[in-house]
T-cell receptor, first 113, second 112 residues
């Protein structure tokens, strides 16, 4: 089955700086890569996703890049704000969408004011 | 719309007891799934369903059963609770394909 590795496990960034979280996947058939944000004590929520036929996708301060050859994808958050503090999870699926997602182990991002 | 709802929010069981975690959604989503979340291990898929009458195993199915008799409901049954099943359980639903999964609020389960 699919295996997703996520790094780093913790990340502290000064407010206003950029944050980058990286994930690698094992199954070359994977074609859908969502990112979820989970605030303390809350449920995970989708923040951005990318399909395998796209190399990059951007939504305001958040962007995701995908390198299919290297089997890795990354989340980029620019101009970080205190409300960006949360745990971020990457995920991958080979089933043409959200079916049977495999999640990474999470990155705890702390924004330092 | 209530979205995805889960009951109970908290539960304490003794080893060997059985129970059912309830999950319901009112968005007419075909896809529903159950995850468990343990510290440092992310979200691991237990079981999932692509429609009423269809279920399949995820990454960690042992000790759990599911059924999907309606589109709206997807209960998770613990047959004989073990301390290793202490975790936070999330139910999620979404349309099939490249669609967002919406998570429920979670159930915190402790097995003594």
């Amino acid at each position: 089955g699919e295996n997703v590795e996520q790094h780093p496990s913790t990340l502290s960034v000064q407010e206003g700086d950029s944050a980058v979280i990286k994930c690698t996947y094992s199954d070359s058939a994977s074609n859908y890569f969502p990112w979820y944000k989970q605030e303390l004590g809350k449920r995970p929520q989708l923040i951005i996703d990318i399909r395998s036929n796209v190399g990059e996708k951007k939504d305001q301060r958040i962007a995701v890049t995908l390198n299919k050859t290297a089997k890795h994808f990354s989340l980029h958050i620019t101009e970080t704000q205190p409300e960006d503090s949360a745990v971020y999870f990457c995920a991958a699926s080979p089933n043409f969408g959200n079916e049977k997602l495999t999640f990474g182990t999470g990155t705890r991002l702390t924004i330092i004011p | 719309n209530a979205g995805v709802t889960q009951t109970p929010k908290f539960q304490v069981l003794k080893t060997g007891q059985s129970m059912t975690l309830q999950c319901a959604q009112d968005m007419n989503h075909e896809y529903m799934s159950w995850y468990r979340q343990d510290p440092g291990m992310g979200l691991r898929l237990i079981h999932y369903s692509v429609g009423a009458g269809i279920t399949d195993q995820g990454e960690v199915p042992n000790g759990y059963n599911v059924s999907r008799s309606t589109t709206e409901d997807f209960p998770l049954r613990l047959l004989s609770a073990a301390p290793s099943q202490t975790s936070v359980y999330f139910c999620a639903s979404g349309g099939l394909g490249y669609n967002e999964q919406f998570f429920g609020p979670g159930t915190r389960l402790t097995v003594l």
